[in-house]
């Protein structure tokens, strides 16, 4: 109680060093992990267990409440995974981005759809599809050090400062459109034209095409109304 000191409920115990603590946005739950792989979603209030503990692969170095609260996000120090932990039921459900370097920093837009992280080397920003893991937009490389992303409240903006250089980079973010999914032939066709694919993380990955591959999507196409 921050008017008289006195704890408030029972302590929250690790079997080892915490790595990472965050409450929720009515300050009803925290989230706490540790080097052991384990989080643990409580009661602000008694200290208990909300759903049983979640033990991850890796150890955890960031905890962040979706704003809506129904989903803990949680960034692993060695294999650059994120897992959304649902807060209601304990489900998790992992997404690998492919962010190549461990995460420094994550933030939310104000609809829980897209996610904007920090290298934690580097300071290049990648913004993803919170439904997809897909990357939507090419990483943002500020000049100097940079070790937070941050949505302005509309969600059109991305915010960062810089380390070394003392100053803040704003970066326009595209909407979020959401439309029906591409044909899978138009995306054969592309592929076959422009000889390669997309990664997820935005690099063109060579992949031959062969007549036989041609010949199937000329197939395809011959088959549409």
Known sequence: DVATGKQLGETVRHGSQITGIAFNSEGTRLASGAVGRTVRLTDAATGRDVVPPIKLHATPNILRFSRDDRSLTIPTQSNNEVNFWDTRTGALRTLQLSNEKPVTALDFD??????????????????????????????????????????????????????????????????????????????????????????????????????????AVKAELADLP
């Open 110 to 215: 104000r609809d829980d759809e897209r996610i904007a992280i920090s290298d934690a080397t580097d300071g290049r920003i990648r913004i993803w599809s919170t439904a997809t893991g897909q990357l939507l937009v090419e990483p943002l490389t500020p000049a100097g050090n940079r070790f937070t992303s941050t949505f302005s409240p509309d969600g059109r903006y991305v915010l960062s400062y810089g380390l070394t250089n003392n100053t803040v980079a704003i970066w326009p973010v595209p909407a979020l459109v959401t439309t029906a999914p591409v044909p899978g032939w138009i995306e054969r066709l592309a592929t076959a034209v422009a000889g390669g694919t997309i990664s997820a993380t935005g690099e063109f990955l060579p992949a031959p095409i062969t007549p036989a591959a041609f010949a």
